[in-house]
C-alpha cells in the first residue's frame, strides 16, 4: 500500500534562513506529488505539485520541491523563509483516486 | 463559485447520537473525499468518490457512512457518536486529480 512519510515533526527557523522539509513516499509506480500548507486555524492550500517532466517544480511563495525517484523523495525547499511561513505542511500523494497525506511538518519562524 | 462548502463549522454531540456532515461543490468535481485532522497524525481519509453514485472505504471509513447521489454534494453520516470521533473534520474536491480544493472543516468534540 502506498504511503507517505514526513520524518520532520517540528522545525523551528529564524527569518531569512533556508528551509528543507522531507517527505518519502512508498509507491512503485506512477505517482503524483503534492505538497500542501495549512495557516493557523484555517484550511488547507495548495504549495506545488508534481506529474512529470521536470523533477524541480516551483510553487507559490518562493517554494520549490525536487522529485527525486531513486530516493522516492519530494522535498520541499525555500532559500529563505519569512515570519508569515509559520504554518503546518503536508506532503501528499495521489494514486488510484485518492489523496494520501503524511503526517504533516508544523514550522514555526520567529523574527 | 463558492468552492466546496462545509456545515455546520462547529459540532458539539453526546456519545451516541448520529449526525450529517455536509459537503457541497459548485465546480462540477468528480472526485471528492473526507478526512479527519488530528494533532501528530495528519489528515486520514476516510471515505471517497470518484462520481456520482460510486464510493469507497478510505483509511479509517468504520463508524462513518457516505453517499453520493448526485456530483455536487457528498454527505458524511456518523452513526452513533463516540469520543475518539472528536477531530477535525476536512471535504475535498478535485477535477482531475491535478489539485484537490478543500472546504474550511467542521470541528466535532463528542462528548
Known amino acids: 500500500a502506498q504511503s507517505v512519510s514526513q520524518h520532520n515533526h517540528h522545525v523551528i527557523l529564524s527569518e531569512a534562513a533556508s528551509l528543507e522539509l522531507g517527505c518519502n513516499y512508498s509507491?512503485?509506480?506512477?505517482?503524483?506529488l503534492f505538497w500542501y500548507v495549512q495557516y493557523p486555524g484555517q484550511h488547507l492550500q495548495l504549495l506545488l505539485k508534481y506529474f512529470s517532466g521536470d523533477p524541480l517544480v516551483k510553487g507559490i511563495k518562493g517554494f520549490e520541491a525536487e522529485f527525486i525517484k531513486s530516493k522516492f523523495s519530494f522535498n520541499l525547499r525555500k532559500p529563505s523563509v519569512q515570519w508569515s511561513d509559520t504554518a503546518e505542511y503536508f506532503c501528499a500523494l495521489d494514486n488510484t483516486d485518492k489523496l494520501i497525506f503524511g503526517t504533516g511538518t508544523r514550522l514555526q519562524v520567529f523574527p | 463559485n463558492a468552492g466546496v462548502t462545509q456545515t455546520p463549522k462547529f459540532q458539539v454531540l453526546k456519545t451516541g447520537q448520529s449526525m450529517t456532515l455536509q459537503c457541497a461543490q459548485d465546480?462540477?468535481?468528480?472526485?471528492m473525499s473526507w478526512y479527519r485532522q488530528d494533532p501528530g497524525m495528519g489528515l486520514r481519509l476516510i471515505h471517497y468518490s470518484v462520481g456520482a453514485g460510486i464510493t469507497d472505504q478510505g483509511e479509517v471509513p468504520n463508524g462513518y457512512n457516505v453517499s453520493r447521489s448526485t456530483t455536487e454534494d457528498f454527505p458524511l453520516r456518523l452513526l452513533s457518536a463516540a469520543p475518539s470521533q472528536t477531530s477535525v473534520y476536512f471535504c475535498?474536491?478535485?477535477?482531475?486529480?491535478?489539485?484537490?480544493?478543500f472546504g474550511s472543516g467542521t470541528r466535532l468534540t463528542v462528548v
Open positions: 465546480m462540477n468535481h468528480e472526485y
Open positions: 475535498a474536491s478535485s477535477l482531475d486529480r491535478h489539485g484537490y480544493t
Open positions: 509507491y512503485g509506480g506512477t505517482v503524483n
